[in-house]
Structure formats: C-alpha cells, structure tokens
C-alpha cells in the first residue's frame, strides 16, 4: 500500500512556463484535495473533487487547473506559472461518510520553484 | 467563515518538559470537527487525532493529551514529557460536519523545537 504518491518531488520553473504535478492514491478514496503550503500561512485549499469526474475550487484557485478523470488520480496543472506559485504543493485523499468525517492522508509533497 | 488560530509561532523546550500548544477556531457550524496534524522535518504530514465537535472529552494517548473546550472554542495539544523526536510543525484544522466535501481550515501551524 503505497498511500497517496505525488510526482515529480521537486521542479523548478521559469516565469510562464506550464507543467502538471500527479496525485495518486491506493485507498479507493472518494474525495481528493490539492492543497499549498506558504511559509507562516500553514496549508490552503487549492482545488478538490468529491469524485471521478468533479471538481471544485477551494480558497486559492486563480492560476491553477485540476483534472480527475481516473478515481485514483488527481492532477494539478499550472498553465503560465509565476513566481508567487513558489510553494509547497501536496495531495490528500480521504474516505467519505456521511455521519462520520475521515482524516485526510497526504501524499509527500512536491517543492515547487518559479524563477 | 471558519479561522483557525494558533498564534504560538515557535516554541522551544528543553527535553522532558511538557508543553501545550495552543489552537482557537472560530466557526458558524453548530458541529463539526477538529483535528491535529503534525510535520516533521522530512515534510510529510502525519495525523495525530480528530475530535468531534459532539464530544467534549479530553483524551489522552501515551504522552499526547488534547483538552476540547467548546465554551471557550480551543483545542489544545499537550505534549508530557518532550523528547527530541518531538520537534515538527503542528497543526491544528477544523471541517464542518455538514460539508460535502470535508475541506480542511488549518491554522498556521507551531514550530516546536525539544532541545536535548
């Protein structure tokens, strides 16, 4: 059981440059998070999807787009990367309940450079 | 809206001591819960525990006690007896009972520090 995995670990980008960062889970995981992590502002919501095919912004969304067309996998893209885009990006995944709210598993984190 | 406050920035202990972290929330929903993460050197974020907002019981679980006070909105951590492997980042966040989608609030997080 791997968990939840997220690819690359680290990248390093130029201003406008585009790419996409994966998230993978094991767990069967209806609902799947992005979140960034800003030194002193602890970890905000970018986007999630309560399931294949849905999607939805969180707290931060501009600049960034998700995609899940697979259960297991959730991708975050950013189409014209800027420097304040320099973060640390991770992926979690949880069970859904609906009289009971599961803990979110996170993936490693993936450290995310725009010069 | 929903805040969560953890207005201890840093703090730094000497090994064995305790040490309580402090988190205040703020929200509108007449239940939820609340949890404590913490991250290690190495970056990963680990659970520590979930509280329901239904369940005022303090718990405790070998050296880690938390006291849920909802009259006073406050969900403290409290480490017995610190030792080195201590030292990460905690967080404290908050998800409504009733949100589809159970989006985690999380404070800013304390940087805990257990000098040997």
């Known amino acids: 059981n791997a968990g939840v995995t997220q690819t690359p670990k680290f990248r390093v980008l130029k201003t406008g440059q585009s790419m996409t960062l994966l998230c993978a889970q094991d767990?069967?995981?209806?609902?799947m998070y992005w979140y960034r992590q800003d030194p002193g502002m602890g970890l905000r919501l970018i986007h999630y999807?309560?399931?294949?095919?849905?999607?939805a912004k969180g707290e931060v969304p501009d600049g960034y787009n998700v995609s899940r067309l697979k259960k297991q996998n959730f991708l975050l893209g950013l189409e014209s990367a800027a420097p304040s885009q320099t973060s640390v990006y991770f992926c979690a995944s949880s069970e859904t309940g609906t009289s009971y709210v599961h803990e979110q598993f996170f993936g490693p984190g993936t450290r995310l450079t725009v010069l | 809206a929903q805040k969560v406050t953890q207005a201890q920035t840093e703090i730094s202990v000497v090994e064995k001591e305790d040490v309580t972290l402090d988190c205040v929330y703020e929200?509108?929903?007449?239940?939820?819960?609340l949890f404590w993460y913490k991250q290690p050197p190495s970056g990963e974020l680990v659970f520590l525990i979930r509280r329901n907002s239904f369940d005022e019981q303090n718990e405790i679980s070998g050296r880690y006690s938390w006291n849920f006070q909802k009259s006073t909105s406050s969900f403290n951590f409290t480490i017995t007896a610190s030792q080195v492997v201590d030292s990460a980042v905690y967080f404290c966040a908050l998800t409504p009972s009733v949100s589809s989608a159970r989006q985690l609030t999380f404070g800013s997080g304390t940087q805990l520090t257990v000098l040997p």
């Open positions: 929200t509108r929903d007449t239940t939820y819960y």
């Open positions: 999807s309560v399931g294949e095919g849905t999607t």
């Open positions: 767990m069967n995981h209806e609902y």
